[in-house]
């Protein structure tokens, strides 16, 4: 019998502390047909579970670009979270997926590209940076514009300090007023304000945002001045989720299952689902 | 369509036989749908009150392991759990029952397949039962069945008189269990089940279910979902009790310190905690909204994704709920 809620066991390669409540697992999937075979596209999500504990849903944040390993992002909340949290290198857990839509890389090609994220927000849209710049010779501008509540709090240090050294993008970091640190040369600011600053050009271009759903809320209208159209926003729901395959009914918004249909949606599709978000 | 006659002295033959074979037999008792041990609970009465609760927990159990693990140091061996392969026979389910399955099919089959359900599902053998029983609460008119409707049964039982039944032969399966069981039929004249299927007394039809459809659509933001909300305890019984409610959840239990079981577990979407993010943010955070999502989930999205109505008008969450909420109520004022 062809078990949909069996999930494939994988080992955790790496630890890597992003900021005090969050954390990065390097992981690897333990069959080795399986680890060869494994493919998935950008912006698709998985169950990852500790046994005993239970399941927990997060985006694949690594870029299907690279290959021999994914990564997982999460932030400290609850049950599995923690669980995960007590985990070490070398110990197993479960992983099941890749589930749902992706971003239409393949298609968005020959235009700009702008990513705007927020806190822990970063970890979907790590996975579209990553697959972009690997293909970076396919797409015109790239602009990341990255915000969280202070200095500790911002994700992927490394990759951040990679992206800021790199020439063929425009990477801005920006803290909320308060939460700069001695020494910090970024901006000081809440990411919509950022935005409206850095005044990023919406002709030809598409935009991914991902983050807290207030930062969402006032950069949608920096983004319509600035003249993006609905259908170029992209971006990525985290509901509720258990069976990620379109059962078990949580992650409904109206008929759409955000399991099935989504994570991935442009500002066009959210605005003709309704308002319980 | 093929009809035959059965007596029933002869019904009880044959569940006899259903039971000393291993196989597995369900009947409506008095309260609920059980295994039939003796056959003197089979009561084949059209008349009856609907069970408490439908017979989808023989598909769709309550609780039921999707694996099985063991922790190691280092590693951990997961099992799949076996599924019980018995024929299963259910015995005088009414119409609001019998076309659960039918519904809950769409759901369990986008996409993935939950084997779990399709199993169960292939081994059951549906044997319907018409119903002339009404009350307040039954509704099965307005959603496109009736207490006369063959939809789902494989063979499906009228009442002839207090001693014999005729027997219709829906689907192929009912063909081959009719065959398997030749020697307790005998042949049927289709005319005199035909009168009275035709006289039996439908409950009146208390809306239109496309009307609604379209009142939903328009309708989101109504107050009447928070008025009903306040009213509703969330406690959820209306879903243990619907032959069609399907949420559940997936939960860890373990037996020890390194071994223990993965359970899908019914789970109902007027739970607060349903929705709820680890962030704290819940979509559905007010009562008004979570009975939204079930007036919706049954009458509108059902119907967009998969074209059916996710209500089989059994009445049954109306007739079980403490603070008196009634569906049909509520359903029929779905309107301008």
Redesign the interface.
Known sequence: MENIYKPYLAEIAEITDETPDTRTFKLKLKDPEIAKTFNFKAGQFAEYSVFGEGESTFCIASSPTRTDFLECSFKVYGKVTQALKRLNEGDTIGFRGPYGNWFPLEDLKGKNVLFIAGGIGLAPVRCVIDNVLDWRNDYKDVTIIYGARSVADLVYKQELAEWKSRQDIKTVLTVDPGGESDGWDGEVGFVPTVVEKIAPKAENTFAVICGPPVMIKFTMPVLKKLGFKDEDIFTTLENRMKCGLGKCGRCNIGNVYVCKDGPVFTYADLKNLPDEM | MEEKIITRENINGLCRDIIDSGNVMIAPGQTEYSIVKDISQIALDARAKPTKASYKTFVFPKAEP??Y?K?GK???Q?L?PE?EQKQTVIFGAKPCDTNSFGILKH??N???????FN?RENNFIVIGLMCSFSDEYCFCTSVGSSPVSDKGSDIFLIPLDGSTFAARIITEKGKEFVNEYSKYFTDGNSAKSEEITKNVKLPAVAFDSKEVHEWLGKN??HPKWEGVGDLCLSCAQCAFVCPVC???????E?YNYTE?R?M?HW?G?QFGH??????G?N??DIQG?RYR?RI??KF???V??FGEILCTGCGRCSRGCAVSIDIKEIVSNCKD
Not at chain 2, 274 to 279: I, M, N
């Open positions: 999707i694996l693990y922790r280092n590693n951990v997961i799949d599924v759901l369990f986008w996409d993935y397949k939950d084997e779990f199993l989101f933001e399907h949420c559940f959840d997936i939960v860890d373990d223990g993965r899908k789970d979407c349903f929705t709820l993010h680890a962030s943010h979509p559905r909204k999502q919706n989930h509108k999205y059902y967009d994704k």
